[in-house]
């Protein structure tokens, strides 16, 4: 099973991007999966997806703003889950290694 984590972001320095020659780091996107079972979470899986899409402007104004899917297997890594429920909370770090705030998505029951 695929799910598709959809969110909107927005960068002020327009760092967003994949990594250039001039880079030392490039953007990724970090996703961790937390299962929950009667109520009690705990860490299931943690992903991290490179952004391979260059959102870099021209001009003086860098600042960007959009959205990014990111495709993510909802299997469990052994068998079934041992979840009833599971959420996925998500963050950037751009090319400058600035984190963006974490979102998480409403619970998703299995």
Known sequence: HVGKLTFSFTDGDG?????????????????TRLGIKNGVTELDESLEFEITKDFRQTGQNKSLSGEIDVDITISPKWGSF???????????????????NVITTPQIVL
């Open 82 to 100: 041992p979840f009833d429920t599971v959420k996925y909370e998500c963050y950037i770090k751009d090319r400058a290694l600035n984190q963006s």
């Open 15 to 31: 760092d967003i991007g994949p990594k250039s020659e001039s880079d030392t780091f490039c953007c990724d996107i970090y996703v």
